[in-house]
């Protein structure tokens, strides 16, 4: 017994020093397969290519960006790097260690980036059939829990909400005329009277996240489009205790699908489009903003300047390990496009955040900052249990 205890720290100790070694942030690509419908119009030819299209000169994770406009070609190099022929399974293999993270009292946020159609809702929820990253971590930080339970009691609460048009919307509370700003407390940032949930299993999750997207079609009549015009977040705290020391741990995960990246100019959106465009585009620039003065080392980081990045604050800080997965088309037409989130995505890449910090306490675990969670599953009829790149070049020029 003595001997799998010493195993397991060590094995822990060296699972966090590899993602620490990798760097707080780390960005993936991937790149959706050309759809049928495209393949048989004129003029869509391939416009991303990795060192399997016959480019045996680019090394690994690295990927070329023809742009037939200008004539010219840009090589991109990432921390993984996925073609159109990747499989969600591949995808979650690079991810998953990072739900052991959150278990051991870190904060973690992974988010997708992208235009709109560049696949980025389909990596992070997948299909019934082909999950992605959503379910996937969600059901792998179950079994982490029971593979843990001898050692370790974990309470577990979930919540989500989406962003749109700066403002937070619970999907788990649709009370008319509910505002939601977001606090800081003694655990870090959170939004007040957000609905919370404590559960104690995968299934229970999947039901609540049901009643989510029952609530989301509440705001829109079409939530595919809606979806690209919203961020999406699903946030899961996670509060731990060692049986045998009583040292606690305090965890948080964000897994964000974030609004589409286009340029105003390419949408030619008017009216509440125009609107809704102005502010993915406030909130995606104020993403790169805090990127920016992140990488610059600045004594002020501006979270406070979009309700995403403050929503986001304590996974995107010093404390944290983020996870970015830029989505890109392969198309020739939409190479401008790709060519502005890869130069955002390779620009987070470099952002040294320093070593992130492990929340722990010698005492119990600090109370997770729940708002209304308690008693709110029987009003809902839910049992549960305990547990920028292209924008900104607008911007400036505008």
């Known amino acids: 017994a003595e001997k799998y205890k010493v195993e397991v720290t060590e094995r822990k100790r060296l699972h966090n020093l590899v993602l620490e070694l990798k760097g707080n942030i780390r960005v993936f690509c991937r790149v959706r397969p050309m759809l049928p419908h495209e393949q048989s119009q004129a003029g869509n030819e391939q416009a991303v290519f990795f060192p399997e299209d016959g480019r045996p000169e680019l090394p690994e994770n690295n990927i070329a960006v023809a742009d037939d406009v200008k004539g010219t070609e840009k090589v991109f190099e990432f921390d993984s790097s996925f073609g ?4 969600q399974e591949e995808v979650f293999n690079e991810v998953e260690a990072l739900v ?3 278990l051991d009292g870190f904060n973690v946020c992974i988010f997708a980036y992208g235009q709109t159609g560049s696949g980025k809702t389909y990596t992070m929820e997948g299909s019934d059939t082909d999950k992605g990253i959503n379910p996937r971590t969600l059901s792998r930080l179950f ?3 029971t593979e843990r339970s001898n050692a370790y009691s974990y309470a577990v609460e979930f919540a989500i909400l989406e962003i749109y048009n700066e403002e937070i919307r619970d999907l788990l509370d649709t009370t008319p005329g509910k505002k939601l700003e977001v606090r800081q407390g003694p655990d870090g940032n959170y939004v007040q009277d957000l609905a919370l949930f404590p559960v104690a299993s995968y299934d ?4 609540i996240w049901g009643k989510a997207r029952s609530n989301r079609t509440t705001f829109s009549n079409n939530v595919n489009e809606h979806s690209s ?4 977040v699903l946030s899961v705290y996670v509060r731990g205790e060692n049986r045998n020391t009583g040292v606690g741990s305090y965890g948080k995960l964000h897994l964000v699908d974030l609004a589409g990246s286009e340029r105003l100019s390419r949408t030619g959106a008017s009216g509440d489009r125009l609107k809704e465009a102005q502010n993915i585009n406030k909130s995606l620039s104020a993403l790169g903003d805090v990127i920016a003065a992140a990488a610059a080392k600045q004594g002020h980081i501006p979270y406070r300047n979009s309700k995403l990045t403050h929503v986001l604050q304590d ?3 010093q404390d944290s390990k983020t996870l970015m997965i830029v989505q890109t088309s392969p198309l020739t037409k939409d190479a401008s496009e790709s060519l502005c989130s890869l130069n955002f995505a390779s620009r987070a890449r470099q952002v040294e955040l320093g070593q992130a910090k492990k929340h722990t306490k010698a005492a119990p675990a600090p109370r997770l900052q729940s708002g209304e969670a308690r008693g709110r599953e029987r009003e809902l009829g839910i049992v ?3 547990a920028v790149g292209c924008f900104e070049e607008e911007r400036n020029s505008g």
């Open 204 to 207: 229970e999750v999947i039901e």
């Open 315 to 317: 996974s995107l800080g």
């Open 229 to 232: 015009r919203s961020h999406l």
């Open 84 to 87: 159109p022929k990747s499989t």
């Open 143 to 145: 079994d982490q829990v």
């Open 100 to 102: 052991t993270s959150v």
């Open 384 to 386: 549960g249990v305990e």
